[in-house]
């Protein structure tokens, strides 16, 4: 389905046939397609700005900088192109707050069935064999540990000595839409404080509204040492962000990171208007209210139906766990004119945008309940 043209949650195809975009371009499109703020918003930054590169000042990076710290209690913020850079930038700040420790060898706790990206440092901190397989030898220096399970991370400091941060999403997204259990972001900060070790959070899927707050650590009362943010923060625009607070803020000294394109007058208005934008409508609202509903309407209709494991999730990230694989239910929803993904094998995940409303939420459910049912059936 190549899509021509678009506006709000659908997308067009050359025949003229509309589809309801349920994954939002995987989580990034939050404001849904063609918002005309942000088209407008980018015109004119276009005919002003473009690029200078990171040697002058870029007024909209001071402005997006004070702002992202502004909302999340995070003090710096380095500028990047993407998820898998935003988590790259966050594991160079662990392993120079180890060195600055006298800590030669330092190694960062991560988590079975993550994902933190496809550079060779990210894929060898995402706890996904087929993400792995063929690009060994990985990056070393990872320690990982079942997710969800904070009491493992605890043992992990009684033996080794050489631990300097934990890298884990609040919620798992590709791993297949993992809610761990209420206390255990809290229980992580307590570790680390006990051990001067870093948390540090991947919110590039869950963060900027997508949870129904901010970011995904606010539904807790924890703050992280750093935080990565990417696929919604700039609504299609290509731009990443790696924050961070006290001593991990402190590791990134002149000269130690940079990027050519990273935190660019363009990409950098995308992000403004993106959380502009979100502040004037009412997105976290939305996506908390129109989330639940999703949840609450898919369990009345699937109510009794074997093989519906779970489903889960918090604001607009949703899955519907199966007993089987279900990937083919993707090309099923295709017909049916609706972009949905599978994750995980047997998770379906939705990740519509932030603007969805409750009539074209139900324009969802209906059909795609009807669709798990005959798949199951
Ligand atoms: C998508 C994703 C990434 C990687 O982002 P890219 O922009 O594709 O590099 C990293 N972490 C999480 C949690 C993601 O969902």
Redesign the pocket.
């Known amino acids: 389905m190549p899509a021509r043209r678009s506006e709000g949650v659908w997308l067009h195809d050359e025949h003229g046939d509309k589809y309801l975009d349920a994954l939002a371009g995987?989580?990034v499109n939050g404001l849904g397609h063609a918002h005309p703020k942000l088209a407008r918003a980018l015109c004119e930054q276009a005919g002003r700005l473009i690029h200078t590169s990171n040697l002058y000042r870029i007024p909209e990076q001071e402005r997006l900088a004070e702002r992202l710290c502004a909302l999340s209690g995070l003090e710096r913020v380095f500028f990047c192109n993407?998820?898998?850079?935003?988590?790259e930038a966050a594991i160079k700040i662990a392993r120079l707050h180890g060195h600055n420790r006298g800590i030669e060898n330092p190694a960062i706790v991560v988590m079975e069935k993550s994902?933190?990206?496809?550079?060779l440092a990210?894929l060898s901190a995402t706890g996904s064999r087929k993400v792995q397989a063929g690009f060994e030898p990985l990056v070393t220096g990872f320690v990982r540990v079942p997710f969800g399970d904070a009491e493992a991370v605890a043992r992990l400091g009684e033996h080794h000595k050489n631990i300097v941060a934990v890298l884990v999403?609040p919620y798992?997204?590709?791993g297949g839409v993992n809610i761990p259990q209420a206390g255990y972001l809290a229980e992580l900060r307590r570790i680390c404080d006990a051990n001067q070790w870093l948390l540090m959070l991947?919110?590039?899927?869950?963060g900027i509204g997508r949870t129904g707050a901010w970011f995904a650590f606010q539904h807790s009362d924890v703050m992280p040492d750093v935080m990565?943010l990417?696929?919604g923060l700039g609504s299609g625009v290509p731009i990443?962000a790696c924050l961070a607070r006290g001593v991990a803020a402190e590791a990134f000294t002149p000269g130690k990171h940079g990027s050519t394109f990273g935190g660019g007058p363009l990409a950098c208005t995308a992000a403004l208007t993106t959380l502009k934008v979100i502040e004037e409508e009412g997105l976290l609202d939305n996506a908390e209210r129109v989330g639940a509903f999703i949840r609450q309407d898919l369990a009345e209709r699937l109510r009794g139906v074997a093989g519906v494991r779970e489903i889960r999730g918090q604001g607009l990230m949703i899955g519907i766990e199966l007993d089987r694989p279900c990937g083919d239910l993707v090309k099923r929803a295709l017909d049916k004119k609706l972009l949905i993904n599978v994750t995980a094998d047997s998770v379906v995940r939705l990740l519509p945008p932030l603007i969805l409303n409750r009539e074209e939420a139900a324009l969802l459910t209906a059909p795609l309940a009807e669709l798990i049912r005959e798949f199951l059936g």
């Open positions: 995987v989580a993407s998820g898998a850079e935003a988590n994902f933190h990206g496809r550079t990210t999403e798992q997204g590709e991947d919110e590039v899927q869950s990565t990417a696929k990443g």
